[in-house]
């Protein structure tokens, strides 16, 4: 049975250690955390379970897919809650606007904050679909050769893929509200609106369509079925045992060494961690690790968050399971957050409310909420975060105050935050980039890492930032494609 190594049990090494072992591919999962999860490993306090990593998910297929894989039903292990409306919008002066999959209750939303646009806006649905139809999501991901890449061409031109999403969107309607709205989904994997390709509008075809969901008992739930699932197949999992030391013969791996001493020689070995951690640190000193990271770190990296996990006494029904909640200023936030690096008076804040969805993350009468601001990464804001955190978070509980709770600190049962570097201690991320590389035009085509490394014939990396991108299910699929990857290298 061949020995193969996944680093990192976020939920791209989870999924794919999970196919490598249905695949009958020994499989040894490391986690460097004491719990499953990477990103989404979440956590319990004082009666309370709050996320760390994603407020929802979609393509509930891709999910059941990996499961059938491993000979089981998703259905006898998580429980996925549908999520409505799938996204609310709230601007500063009250206004707001709900996403939701009906076309019969969408269009009267759209009609009611840009009554002129309804036209574009069907005009904006026909090309979504278009695109959708052109599935370069999974085309591109497997597509490793410059024959598919050259395929590709003639449909990326006729999509105008070379425009940016807020670019494309403004071309169909004329409403900046509304175009904030068509063009936000990339926020949530890292991507700045007016710089991704246009072909992400197709995130609002495929959100409309199969729907968000939310698993029962959080994500930390989700990524506990998956490591049982794991281990239920025969894997072997390590928590708490940091990977200190990727050891070379040649041009492959031959070995994994661990902060333990725990020593493991394998056939193959794939990186499902921090890219940057994994050439710079755990390659430090070998061929190609240095060379790598030094790429690398010239590439634009996405920003990070400061997040402020909370719960409160009583229950809010008319808060949505998500809000974005837009500033005053839109593009030029953007451009502070993503070129400049500053740290503006306003915001933007994603808020999180997984209680209204699933209940049992808090006790009777009270509420769980996760509010998280997207501000520069390390390199490009190299503050105290320290100093600076407790007076952000003051200033982000105090904005969801003012809009939708107004005794909100009478109301604060717990509160907890989580900075940029906070996230680059905990998971070694590059920076503290929550998404990775930042989602460029170049690279959401073709240009981002692939699953399998050119100069180590036997070593493979899954996860955002990873082809094809950024999101839960452009990881699952960078995945399924290292599993496929691997299992015809070692004949599983």
């Not at 680093?7 to 090494?13: K, Q, V």
Request: glycine fraction near 10%.
């Amino acid at each position: 049975m061949s020995r193969v190594c996944v680093i990192g049990a976020g939920l791209g090494g989870l999924a794919l250690a999970i196919r490598l072992q249905a695949r009958g591919i020994a499989c040894t999962l490391i986690e460097a955390q004491d719990r499953p999860g990477g990103w989404a490993r979440g956590f319990e306090a004082e009666g309370f379970t709050f996320d760390t990593g994603p407020a929802a998910l979609g393509e509930p297929a891709l999910w059941r897919e990996l499961w059938s894989d491993a000979g089981r039903e998703l259905g006898d292990d998580v429980e996925l809650l549908p999520i409505a409306p799938l996204c609310r919008f709230h601007w500063p002066d009250g206004a707001q606007f709900d996403l939701v999959a009906d076309d019969a209750a969408l269009l009267p939303e759209i009609a009611r904050i840009a009554p002129g646009d309804l036209a574009g806006y069907e005009d904006f649905a026909s090309y979504t679909a278009e695109v959708q139809a052109e599935g370069f999501r999974h085309r591109l991901a497997a597509g490793a050769g410059w024959r598919p890449m050259a395929a590709a061409i003639p449909g990326l031109l006729r999509l105008q893929a070379f425009r940016s999403l807020h670019g494309r969107v403004s071309g169909f309607v004329r409403s900046e509200r509304l175009r904030q709205v068509l063009a936000s989904s990339p926020l949530v994997t890292g991507g700045n609106p007016f710089t991704v390709s246009a072909i992400a509008a197709a995130a609002h075809r495929r959100e409309r369509e199969v729907g968000l969901w939310y698993p029962r008992g959080g994500f930390s739930a989700l990524t506990r079925a998956m490591a049982e699932l794991f281990e239920a197949l025969g894997g072997e999992l390590r928590l708490g045992d940091a990977v200190r030391r990727i050891h070379l013969l040649g041009n492959r791996v031959s070995a994994v060494e661990c902060a333990s001493g725990w020593h493991q020689r394998v056939e193959a070995l794939a990186i499902a961690a921090d890219l940057m951690h994994a050439y710079r640190d755990l390659l430090d000193g070998q061929a190609p690790g240095p060379a790598v990271a030094q790429g690398l770190a010239r590439r634009r990296w996405s920003p990070s968050v400061f997040t402020v996990h909370f719960a409160l006494a009583g229950s809010w029904p008319g808060l949505a399971h998500r809000t974005l909640m837009f500033g005053p200023r839109f593009k030029a936030l953007l451009d502070d957050i993503f070129g400049f690096g500053v740290l503006p008076r306003d915001a933007m804040i994603w808020l999180s409310h997984p209680s209204v969805t699933d209940p049992s993350l808090a006790p009777p009468g009270k509420s769980v909420f996760q509010a998280v601001m997207p501000v520069a990464h390390l390199g490009h804001l190299p503050i105290d975060w320290a100093a600076v955190g407790p007076r952000i978070a003051a200033r982000i509980l105090d904005e969801i105050g003012r809009r939708f709770i107004p005794d909100i600190h009478d109301r604060i049962l717990f509160c907890r935050s989580a900075t940029p570097r906070d996230h680059a201690a905990t998971l070694n991320l590059w920076q503290g980039s929550a998404y990775g590389l930042e989602p460029l035009p170049a690279a959401a085509l073709w240009l981002q890492p692939a699953t399998r490394d050119a100069r180590l014939g036997n070593l493979f990396r899954v996860g955002a930032g990873i082809r094809p991108g950024a999101g839960i299910a452009a990881v699952l699929t960078s995945a399924s494609l290292a599993a496929r990857q691997l299992g015809s290298e070692l004949g599983g």
